[in-house]
């Protein structure tokens, strides 16, 4: 358990080496024996990944941060409650107070929670070696299930997420097997700009557990786009998004039942978003 980034750099030169936040997750997969490294390396004790910090127009969440801290911080709150709404909705308290969101990301699944409220906010990854730091747009990092941009040498420090203001409402639901504690079968985050004559100005949509990696459709935004919120307009846009996801069987759900429900989640937004008296600050 390296207390500082200079003492962790040449334990991660060491050969089948596997680094981890929180470990809710990595402790699932070792159990099933999908991995046994030689060397696992604990990141909690990095005071460089914790925290939440306002940069004006940007929030950076630094990786180790756990899920019950974003949950209870006031920025989170009141500038991206769709993230506040997903992280709600994982695990149990002790998931959330052992969890983190770096954790979540790079796990790369795709009914990882924080994952389609990200892709809508248009988060970037920060991610750091020894010798270099870089930034990804989080649609980049998520290659495939499982599967990310890291490089050997590299951790993930933090995320970057823009407070996107001219997007008034904001919406996250997911579907599982039961209320609490359970994997999205489908999942949809939503940033919406809405005028007060109900017009949707402009729209970001993102669901989680209906493709290998989180699906964005900008031919479902079009549909939205420039038109009132309402069920027949709705409807004309879950029919698109039908066709654009591509979900698979598995033990949880059928792919059908899953392309069903990723429609049916758009006309909750009539629902939710525009009887909803929160409007978020600009």
């Excluded at 630094?62 to 006031?74: E, Y």
């Excluded at 504690?181 to 949509?205: K, Y």
Aim: hydrophobic share 40%; glycine share 8%; proline share 8%.
């Amino acid at each position: 358990m390296p207390e500082s980034l200079e003492a962790l750099w040449p334990a991660l030169e060491e050969p089948d080496t596997m680094v981890y936040a929180g470990g809710t997750d990595v402790l699932v997969r070792l159990r099933s024996g999908s991995g046994q490294p030689q060397q696992l390396i604990c990141l909690e004790r990095l005071r460089e990944l914790q925290g939440i910090e306002d940069h004006g127009d940007r929030v950076l969440i630094k990786a180790g941060t756990s899920h019950a801290r974003i949950l209870d911080d006031p920025i989170i709150q009141t500038r991206l409650p769709v993230l506040a709404r997903a992280v709600k909705s994982l695990g149990s308290p002790p998931i959330r107070n052992m969890g983190t969101i770096g954790g979540n990301i790079c796990s790369a699944s795709p009914a990882g929670d924080t994952l389609p409220p990200l892709y809508v906010l248009q988060a970037e990854v920060a991610l750091r070696s020894r010798t270099a730091d870089r930034r990804l747009p989080i649609g980049d990092f998520i290659k495939g299930p499982g599967q990310t941009a890291i490089r050997p040498d590299e951790i993930l420090t933090g995320i970057w997420i823009p407070k996107n203001p001219e997007f008034n409402r904001q919406h996250y639901e997911k579907v599982g097997q039961r209320k609490a504690l359970a994997i999205s079968i489908v999942s949809l985050a939503a940033l919406i700009e809405l005028t007060p004559a109900g017009m949707i100005e402009d729209i970001r949509l993102a669901w989680g557990s209906v493709g290998p990696t989180v699906v964005t459709a900008p031919e479902v935004e079009a549909v939205l786009r420039g038109r009132p919120l309402r069920l027949e307009v709705l409807k004309e846009a879950a029919e698109a998004t039908r066709r654009a996801v591509s979900p698979i069987d598995d033990i949880r759900a059928t792919a059908d039942y899953r392309r069903e429900v990723a429609g049916n989640l758009l006309y909750r937004l009539s629902l939710r978003v525009e009887t909803s008296p929160e409007i978020l600050p600009r």
